[in-house]
């Protein structure tokens, strides 16, 4: 059966995600065959340079034959069991140490699950315990940010900041409520200084807390820089001033590092880059490199001290998942960080990133349709406009970033497209080298140069 025979047969019998159902029948899947180290090889045979890891999360590169052979050794062990009633595995006993020994000083406590949207799914039920437990069952509001992304199952869309994912669902619901992010670039006032763009938003969401009441408010949760809603990286003391907000009114702080995490901004965790401690921390992708679903949802002692409370009370705790702490999963997890450790690529993502970003920057410089350039080590964003020089932004109705990011395909590099504010991400493999860093950048260019000739 040949790619093309596949792709058709595709059609009627799958549901993709995030994709039109009629632009699929038109056009198509695009079937990926192979991948090896930062590239990806489609059904035609062209060979591209991966430069989102996959979404986000394939932080080694793709096709480590010791990856493989854990996968393989870890199924001829231990294939499968449960862990819940107190059953663990070695694996997961291993990894829930080493997370434990990175993370922030606080966060001493990890639950395992599959997915990124499952991870903050978990914190905000934990937050709400946590909080039943305190006497304070009225506290279940979640403060989100507009632009932000968090999942998308019913609770992790709701606080999603992207009205995409509430259309058609009757989103969000009303435990979700939603203040300003902190888009710079776009949002500020003509003349405004960071430090007064930074004030004005800290005000914002204390009067919004004001509104709500801070009696209703379990938690704040927030990407110490946000992924998909534009890689916006936040001004100086934005994230101290929203910290010093949560503590001042008992709001717990969830740090989304799903994106974040295991080095793609430079440091083990984006949280770092501010000297911010969250009371809970969901993470995913790049904890197995994209090889097998599992996240892991971080629990500050005092929370977890709570939470033993109301075990002692209540009995169980009243979650979990078939998955949760898979013994395959875990395994991978563990050589992830092995490799990681192994090759420094956390070092990497600092000091390729930032030639990647300087070069993005010198290269782009006064390019007319080109805002800022954003992001934080192997983190970037292209901010695309109308009219850069006058500010003028593109209307999202002519889908310019997704047809940059297709030139950009044919270009050899795949690129994503981030709609809801046209800017194009980037996230490649950790892996990364300069001489590559190079041929990103040419290519970004070449894929400009056609859309907007």
């Known amino acids: 059966m040949s790619s093309t025979d596949i792709t058709q047969q595709q059609q009627p019998n799958i549901l993709h995600p995030a994709t039109s159902i009629v632009a699929l029948e038109q056009n198509g899947a695009r079937l990926m065959n ?18 989102i890891a996959g979404l986000w999360c394939s932080n080694i590169g793709h096709g480590r034959t010791e990856i493989a052979e854990t996968l393989s050794n870890a199924a001829r062990s231990l294939d499968y069991f449960h862990t819940f009633n107190g059953h663990t595995n070695q694996a ?70 992207l009205k995409g994912f509430h259309r058609s ?43 709500e009441g801070a009696e209703n408010i379990a938690a704040f949760i927030g990407e110490p820089i946000m992924g998909a809603g534009g890689v916006i990286t936040p001004p100086e003391g934005y994230w101290k001033g929203v910290e010093s907000i949560c503590r001042e009114n008992d709001i717990l702080l969830i740090a989304d590092e799903v994106v974040c995490g295991f080095g793609r901004t430079g440091k083990n965790f984006g949280v770092e880059h501010y000297e911010i401690q ?36 209540l009995g169980g705790f009243s979650h979990g998942y078939t998955y949760s702490g898979h013994p395959i999963g875990a395994a991978v997890a563990n050589k992830v960080l092995d490799i990681m450790a192994n090759e420094n690529l956390v070092d990497n993502a600092a000091a390729v990133g930032a030639y990647l970003h300087e070069k993005l920057n010198a290269s782009l410089a006064g390019h007319p349709n080109v805002g800022e350039i954003r992001g ?53 493999p950790l892996v990364l080298s300069k001489a590559e860093a190079d041929q990103i950048v040419e290519k970004v260019i070449l894929g400009l140069e056609e859309i907007f000739h």
């Open 92 to 161: 997961q006993e291993e990894l829930a140490a080493r997370l434990v020994a990175m993370a922030p000083e606080n966060l001493t406590h990890v639950f395992f699950g599959c997915s990124g949207s499952d991870a903050n799914d978990t914190l905000v039920k934990i937050a709400w315990q946590y909080h039943i437990m305190r006497g304070k069952p009225e506290k279940r509001k979640i403060i989100s940010r507009w632009q932000a992304y968090h999942g998308t199952s019913i609770s992790t869309a709701s606080l999603t900041g």
């Open 278 to 313: 969250p009371d809970l921390m969901a993470t995913a992708k790049g904890l197995t490199a994209g090889v097998f679903p599992m996240s892991a949802a971080f629990v500050s002692t005092d929370v977890h001290d709570v939470l033993r409370q109301a075990s002692a009370e």
């Open 376 to 428: 934080k080590g192997l983190l970037a964003a292209i901010q695309l406009m109308d009219d850069a020089p006058n500010k003028r932004f593109l209307d999202p109705k002519h889908k310019m970033a997704a047809r940059v990011s297709e030139a950009c395909y044919r270009y050899g590099l795949i690129i994503r497209p981030l709609p809801s504010i046209n800017s194009l991400a980037l996230s490649p």
């Open 34 to 51: 192979d991948a090896k180290g930062i590239h990806i090889k489609d059904q035609e045979g062209n060979q591209l340079i991966d430069g």
């Open 169 to 211: 669902f009757n989103l969000p619901l009303d435990f979700a409520v939603h203040t300003e992010c902190p888009f710079y670039y776009a949002e500020a006032k003509s003349d405004e200084s960071a430090e007064a763009y930074t004030a004005r938003l800290h005000t914002q969401l204390r009067e919004l807390i004001a509104r």
